[in-house]
């Protein structure tokens, strides 16, 4: 009996230290699977020089067939969340520990950069072309010169800021050309701002500011005035162009910053006639029935004594003589030349217009007093006028929906 209690005791011992080992060995085998990981393996396949080019050649060939002017894009298949380091040509790979990529020392080629990469996909560069600023392109015939400038108001310090930027397509009398332009604040012609002169360019470019005194209340009746010359080798001035450019149609805060395009025009250099002379473009419209005047501007007018409050032009319209309807231009401040650019409309069949005449009257208006007549002018057909007055007419006609601009003598006769 007690040899068999001591084989039972042995037994059981035995059976408890298996037991004991086992569950040792497999909480040993988890716990050393807490610090473990599997290894992922990368699904893209690696690909020698030859496979990379000839898959590319294939989807080149294929991208032209579909979007002839489409450009690959293409990314590395290895972008893992992982540390990055700078290469000398400033190339950016993953370090050492990336088992699918090993940095060379020194410059990369370009086979290094591409090996293993894939198009996923095209761009289209015509979807990110800025679109075409036909003012630096369209240049009509006859065209002399094209100013670009800008304009803001300051409306506490009562400061007009314009921005002198630039002048392109100059057409000066000589092949050299030193450009500079003037500018004046009318109808002050007396005082003027001058930028600097560029040497030996037809497209200068300035980028100069200036600034002008003058109050809110006078902003709206004034025009600037652009001269531009060109200074030759005897430092004479030759001038090439202006532009008028009224400021009563502009809406000037120091939130808007106007920036503006003008062709420059060729000043008349006759001198004034008895009256002074005024120019408007006239335009008729066959299909609408519309006959449309454009009163631009008047010069060498020949002012009353008496204060002016204004000075306007009244358009009428007459048929045989008797009165249709008349229209006035805003009243500018007393001045010989005035600027106005405004646009006038009358309707008028087209078998009016053998019978039909325009009379352009300039007003001189005075406080307490009579208005006084500074000079008139009528365009018509042969019924009513001769010379320069018919021949606008006619032209106007000949040339529909275009504006024929000219300039016409006063005259004082009723």
Not at 302 to 309: G, I
Request: charged share 25%; with cysteine.
């Amino acid at each position: 009996e007690q040899a068999v209690a001591v084989a039972g005791g042995i037994t059981g011992g035995l059976l408890l230290f298996v037991l004991l080992g086992i569950t040792a060995y497999l909480l040993w085998k988890n716990f050393c699977r807490l610090f473990s990981y599997e290894k992922l393996i990368n699904p893209v396949k690696t690909t020698n020089a030859n496979a990379v080019f000839q898959d590319e050649a294939n989807s080149e060939t294929q991208l032209k067939i579909t979007r002839s002017r489409s450009v690959p894009f293409i990314i590395p298949p290895t972008l893992h969340g992982r540390d990055w380091i700078h290469l000398t040509n400033e190339e950016q790979v993953q370090d050492d520990s990336d088992p699918y990529m090993t940095p060379q020392s020194g410059p990369r080629s370009s086979f290094h950069s591409l090996a293993g990469a894939y198009v996923v996909g095209t761009i289209n560069p015509d979807l990110y072309k800025f679109p075409e600023d036909k003012s630096e392109t369209d240049f009509p015939d006859g065209n002399i010169g094209r100013l670009w400038f800008s304009i803001e108001y300051e409306q506490e310090s009562e400061r007009l800021l314009v921005s002198l930027i630039k002048v392109r397509k100059l057409q000066p009398p000589a092949d050299s050309c030193s450009p500079f332009v003037k500018i004046y604040l009318l109808p002050d012609e007396r005082s003027y701002l001058q930028s600097k002169t560029k040497r030996k360019t037809l497209n200068p470019q300035f980028d100069e500011n200036f600034v002008f005194q003058v109050s809110s209340k006078m902003l709206l009746q004034r025009t600037l005035k652009f001269l531009v010359y060109h200074v030759d080798k005897q430092k004479k001035h030759h001038l090439l162009g202006q532009v008028l450019f009224p400021l009563k149609n502009e809406a000037l805060t120091e939130d808007n910053k106007l920036v503006i395009w003008r062709d420059l025009e060729k000043e008349n250099l006759e001198p004034p006639s008895e009256y002074g002379d005024i120019q408007f473009s006239l335009s008729y419209n066959d299909y609408l029935g519309r006959l449309t005047v454009v009163v631009l501007r008047a010069r060498g007018l020949k002012l009353q004594e008496s204060p002016a409050v204004g000075v306007y032009v009244k358009v009428s319209l007459m048929n045989h003589n008797k009165f249709i309807k008349s229209k006035k231009t805003a009243a500018l401040l007393g001045t010989p030349n005035p600027v106005y650019n405004e646009t006038f409309s009358f309707k008028a069949d087209q078998t009016e217009l053998d019978t039909a005449s325009l009379s352009l009257s300039v007003l001189q208006s005075n406080k307490g007093e009579k208005t006084l007549l500074l000079g008139r002018v009528v365009v018509g057909p042969f019924m009513y006028t001769r010379g320069k007055e018919l021949e606008h007419w006619n032209e106007m006609i000949s040339k529909p929906k275009e504006l024929v601009k000219r300039w016409h003598a006063l005259c004082h006769s009723t």
